[in-house]
C-alpha cells in the first residue's frame, strides 16, 4: 500500500499516518519527494481495514493498493489453466465448449425437443432454468422443483450435462442434485450469502459478471466460492449495462482476454444476453472463440417467436445449426492454438 | 404496446405480427402511416412475454411498451403519500427522517456510545449492520446474531428504532425479530428470492437502488414486496457506478425528484455511499432536504479511523452533530414546503 | 510516481524499469516489499510520458501517478475563491448568480420578451444560443451572426450581461465581441483547438463538462484555457450520461462539492439539461444552491411548446417567477454561508 | 411519431396534443386503448422539433419517434456496401484492410522506419498524428505541420497512403493537401463545425465514436459529412467509456455487427485505445475480423518504451509481425464469407 500525503501536508499528519499503519501491523518505509511525501506501507495480509482507514486522514492525497486482493483464483498462485471436467467433458481444456438451451425450462416436450435439437447440432451442456430471476413480479417465475426433474429426463435421453441456475442459499442442495453445473445469474454475483453456500457444495459453478461489476470483482465472488471450499469455478461474460441501448448489454469481449491474463479459471461468454438480439448472436460467437474464450452459452428454442421468455434473443434450430457450422474452422483455429500453447509450455 | 414495422416490411410479416399478437389476446389498431406501417396493441396486464416475441420477428423495426410495468407503487394507483410510522416516528410525513449509526455492528461499547451519540444530536433511528456483504471473503463479515442482540440493547437504551440489513431470505424471520426496519442493501435489489420472502414479514421494508439499476427497476424490486403482501417499503438513492472515480459512487439526486412524481413510497439518501467520503457528506445532505427526500441515512462511529469497515465515509459525532445543527435551517424550510403542500392537497 | 512490480518480477526487469525512470531524468527511491518491490520515483514536472512508457514494461504490475495533473486551477496553487466580474456581478462572490434565456436566439421578438421576463424576475445573465451545436444535420442550428446582434439589443434594452455558446476556434473573436461570457459545450469540453483559442481571449469562459468527462478532466480542460492565457473559467456541471434513462442525463451534484474542495474557480450547475424535464428544474435548482454552487444556468421560453430547441426542459415565465420565489429563503441561507466562510478566513 | 397519454389524461390535454401536431404539419391517427389513449402522429421529414415540443405537454406519458433520424448513411436509403477506394486499395470491399504506424509523428527516423516496418508487414496504409489532441496541456501537443511533411516523405518512400488526424475547421484544407484519409478523434466526434467543413472536402474520413456517443449518434455524425457533400466515410469502434478501468476503455464490439445491419458504410476496429494494452492488442484484433470488421487500426512504434504517447498500447514491429501472421488464417476465413455474401447478393 502507498499513501500520497497533500502539498503541504505537516509532520503532525504525517506522523498520525504512520502510527495507525503501525496499529495495523505493518512496516512503513518513507520516501521523501521533493513535492510531497510518500509513504511506502508493507505486510501480508488484506489491507483494506487499514487502506479505508487512512485515506480519510487529514492530510492524505491518496492511498492505494498495490496486491490484488484475490489469491486462489488469480495466475500468480497457480499458472497452469483449471480443467473441470463435467460428464466427459472438459472444459477449460483442449476443445471448445458449447452450452445451449432455453431460457426457462416450460414443458416437457418444449426441453425435450432442444436437448435433441442442441446435442445434433454439438452442443455439449444443456441450458435451461427452472428458477427464473424476473425484474416483473408478474412475469413467468420458473417451473421450479418440475423443472429440474424435466432437465435430469432431458439429461437422461441425451446425455448431455446439464448447466441451471440456483437463486437462493436455500436451493443450493436441491439444484446440486439434478445439475452438473450451477448457474450463479448477473444480479446474484455479489449474493454472498449464496457465493458462501456454493463454496460447500461439490458441483461446478457457471459464475456469471454482475451487470455492473468490474473484473476484479467478479474475481472476488469466485475467490469467495474458492475460498469456502469449492474451486471449480467457471466465469462468464454476459455483457455490462451502458448508456448504450441498441443491444441489451454492451459485451465487454475483452475481459475474455483480460481475465486469460489475472487467473487460471475458465472464461466463457454468453452472446445471447450480451447482445439481446438474435441476429447479432452468431457474430459474436465467433468474435469469442477468436479471442481466447473457453467456450460459450446460447439460447435456443424449438420456437422463439413463443417462448415464455427472452424470445427476441433466442436461435431456432436451424439458426443454431447454421452458426455451429459457420463457427467450425474459427474452432478449428481455437484448438490449433491451444494445442500449441501446451506444447510451449511444456 | 406499439409495433412499428420496418420501411420495406411486406404484407405477409405485417400479418405474422397481427395474429401473434392475436395469440397473446390483445386488440389490434393497426396505422397506415405514408412511409411505414405502425400497429397500436390495446389489452391489460403485462405484455412482456408478448413484445418479447414481436420484438425480432421478421421486418419488425422496434415494439414499445407504453404503460408502466409496475402498478401499487405507482402514484396512478395511490395518489397520497405513503406514512410508514416506525417506533412513534412517520417516514414520509411532515417530519425529516435521520437514520444514523456504524456502518458494522464492532462491539457493545462501539454500539452503545454510537446510538446515544446520534440520538443527543436528534437522530430518529439507529443504522448499524450485523450480516455484512463484503467484495472480499477475507474482510470482516459482521457479528451477526451478536450484533442484532446489541442493536436490541441499544434500543432499550436509547428508544431509538433499529434499522439493519438482511441479506438472505433464510434470516429473515430471524431479523425481523430484532430490527424495526429491515434493510436491502443495493447488491441485492435485484435478490429475487430474499425480495418475495420480505413480502412475507410485516416490516418495514428500506430498499437500497442498486449500483446499475434504473429508477424504473427500483419500482420494479418495490412492486416485488408490495405484490407479496408488504406495502411498506422506503425508497433509497445510495449513487450509482459510473465512469466518474473522484467519488465512490456518482448519486443520482434527481431520482429523488423523479421517484417523487412517480411514487407514493417515501424516499430517502445515503450521502455516505453515495460519496464515499466525508468530508461531502454534510454538502450532500443539505442538498437532499433542498430536493424534497424524506430523510437520509448516515453513518456515524464513535473514531471513524479505527472503524473495520468504511471508516473513510463515515462522521465522528462532533461532524455529525454539527452537520445536524446546519441542517437545521434547510429542514424548517422543508416542512414548511411539506406543509403547504398538505394544504394545496385539502 | 509509483511503480509496483509483478510478484515474480525478476532483477533485470526491475533493472529496466530503473534506467528508464533515470532516462526521462527521474530520481528513483525503491523500496523492497516483502511480497513485491515497488518503486519510488521523485521529480517535478509532467510525468505522463514516463509513466505511459513504464506502465507496460515486462514484470510492472500497475504505474500510479501521485501529483495532480493542473496546477493553476488547483487550490494548491491558490486557495481563495477566484471571483469574476462581469458587467457588475461578481459570479463566485457572495451572491448567487442566476443566468436564464432560451436554448436558442430564434427571433427578435422572443429574445426581447425573454431578456424582459428574466430580468424581472431577477436574473443576473441572459443564456441564449446563436451557433447550436444539434446532433442531427436536419435540426435548427441557430441564427448565428443576425442572433448575436439580437443578444446585443436585448443587452441595450435590459443591462442583461450575455452568455453564449461558441463552437469553433474560428469564432472566438465574432462572439467575443457580442458576448460579456463565451460558453463552450459539453461535445467541446475537449475541443483543444477550440481551448487554446479560448486562452487567448479577455472574455470569460463557462466551461461545461463533457458527458462523459471526468471531473479530473474537467480541470484539465480549463487548466488548457488557463495556461494559454485566460483564468477566468467557470465551470458548469450539466450531467453525465449514464445508463439511466429517466432524465435526460444524470446530475452528478457531488461535483459541485469535490470542485470546492479541488479549484478555486466558480461552479455553477444546469438544471436544464441535467434533467431534460421541466418539472424536475426547480427541485434541482434548490439542491444546487444547498450543496454551495455558485449559480445556476436555466432555459426559459416565452412558450415551451413552441421552442425550436429543447422545449421539454424550458421553463415558462410564470414557472420561472415561481421557482425564483421558491428558491429565495434558501439563497438567504447560502449568502449566510458564504458570508461566514468569509469571516472565518480573516 | 407515437404518443401515449397518462392514464387520467382529460379531453383538454388529448386535444391540444393533437393541435400542436397539426400546427408541426403532420397528420393524426388515435387509438382508443382501454387503460389510456394513445395517439399515433404520421408525416414525413424531421419531427425533432414537434417530438419536443410535444412530450413536456400536460397529460403526456411518453413521445416515441419510429423512424431513424439519419437517412444517406443508412441500409434503407442504398442496400450495397460502400466502397472506399484510397491508393489503389478498396475499403470495405473484399479485403481486409490494416491501418498502422505511431500514435504521433516524432520525427523522420521514427515514421520513416516505422512505415517500412509496418509496410513490409503487410500493412495497408501508415497512420500518424501531427496535430495531437491531448488531455493535458503540458503533454507533446504534435509536430503540426513539420510532421504532415514528414508523413508525406513516407508515404512517397513506401507508397502507403496516409491518415492522419485533424482537429479544427481550419485545418482541413491542409490535412487534406498531405493525407488521403483525415481521421476525426473521438473527442471530435460531435464538432459540429468540423463535422461541416469535412463535408466540403473530397478526401474519405476515417470517424472514430466518441467516448461516450451511442451507436446512433455516430451515424448522425456521419449523416452530417454525408448530407453536407462528402459521402466517403469509414466509421471506427474504438472503446467506449464505463466504470471498468482494466481496460483503458471498454470495447464495443458488438456496435460492428449492429453498424453492419445499420448502414451501408466500412467499419474498422481499433483495438489499440480500445484496450490500452499491448498485450490485449492481437487478440482483440482477431476478433474483429471474426465479427467482421472491414479492417483495424493499430499503433506501431519502433520502440513503444520512448514513444511520446500512447507508449503502453503501441506494438514494436516483432509483436506487429507476429500478430499479422496469426491474424492471416482469421483474414482467410474472412474473405471466404465477404465473397460468398457477393454470390447470394448476386
Redesign the interface.
Known amino acids: 500500500m ?1 499513501v ?1 500525503m ?3 501536508a505537516n509532520k503532525a499528519d504525517i506522523e498520525s499516518v504512520c502510527e ?1 499503519v503501525r ?1 495495523f501491523g505493518y512496516k512503513i ?1 518513507a ?1 521523501e ?4 511525501v ?1 509513504i ?1 506501507i ?5 489491507v ?2 487499514c487502506l ?2 487512512i ?3 487529514p492530510g492524505v ?2 492511498a ?1 493498493r ?2 490484488a ?2 489469491k486462489f483464483v488469480s495466475k ?1 498462485f497457480r499458472d497452469t489453466r483449471t480443467i473441470i471436467r463435467v460428464n466427459g467433458h472438459d472444459i477449460g481444456g483442449d476443445e471448445f465448449t458449447v452450452m445451449a438451451g432455453p431460457c426457462s425450462v416450460e414443458n416437457e416436450r418444449q426441453i425435450m425437443e432442444t436437448a435433441e435439437g442442441v446435442a445434433a447440432a454439438g452442443a455439449h451442456m444443456l441450458r435451461g432454468g427452472a428458477f427464473k ?9 420458473g417451473m421450479e422443483l418440475d423443472g429440474l426433474k424435466l432437465l435430469r429426463k432431458a439429461r437422461e435421453a441425451t446425455g448431455l450435462a446439464i448447466v441451471t441456475e440456483v ?5 443450493v442442495d436441491l439444484v446440486a442434485e439434478y445439475a452438473d453445473v450451477l448457474q450463479i445469474g448477473a ?2 454475483m ?6 458462501k453456500a456454493l463454496g460447500r457444495t461439490k458441483r461446478p459453478i457457471l459464475l456469471k459478471r ?3 461489476s ?4 467478479l474475481l ?1 465472488s469466485a ?2 466460492i474458492t ?2 471450499g469449492n474451486p471449480n469455478v467457471i466465469l462468464c461474460e454476459r455483457g ?8 441489451r448489454n ?9 481475465l ?2 489475472l487467473t487460471h479459471l475458465p472464461v466463457i461468454l454468453d452472446p445471447s444476453h ?2 439481446g ?4 448472436v452468431p ?2 460467437s ?7 474464450a473457453d467456450g460459450i452459452i446460447v439460447e435456443v428454442h424449438p420456437n ?10 433466442s436461435l431456432d434450430f436451424a439458426m443454431f445449426r447454421k452458426m455451429m457450422a459457420d463457427m467450425e ?2 474452432v478449428e ?1 481455437w484448438k490449433r492454438a491451444r494445442l500449441s500453447e501446451a506444447v510451449v509450455a511444456v
Chains 1, 2, 3, 4 share one sequence.
Open positions: 502507498i500520497s497533500k502539498l503541504h495507525r496499529d518505509h520516501i519527494g521533493e513535492e510531497r510518500v511506502g508493507v505486510g501480508t495480509g488484506d483494506t481495514a479505508e482507514s485515506e480519510a486522514m492525497e491518496k492505494v498495490i496486491s486482493p484475490y500468480e430471476p424476473r425484474t416483473s413480479p408478474y412475469d413467468f417465475q437463486m437462493s442459499d436455500n436451493d444480479r446474484n455479489q449474493n454472498f450469502a449464496l457465493l454482475g451487470l455492473s468490474t473484473i476484479k470483482e472476488m475467490e469467495y475460498a469456502h455490462i449495462r451502458t448508456f448504450e441501448t441498441a443491444t454492451t459485451c465487454d469481449i475483452t475481459a475474455v482476454a483480460v486469460n491474463e450480451a447482445t438480439k438474435r441476429s447479432l457474430a459474436l465467433r468474435a469469442a472463440v477468436a479471442i481466447g422463439p417467436a413463443k417462448a415464455m421468455s427472452d424470445g427476441a434473443q474452422p474459427y483455429l
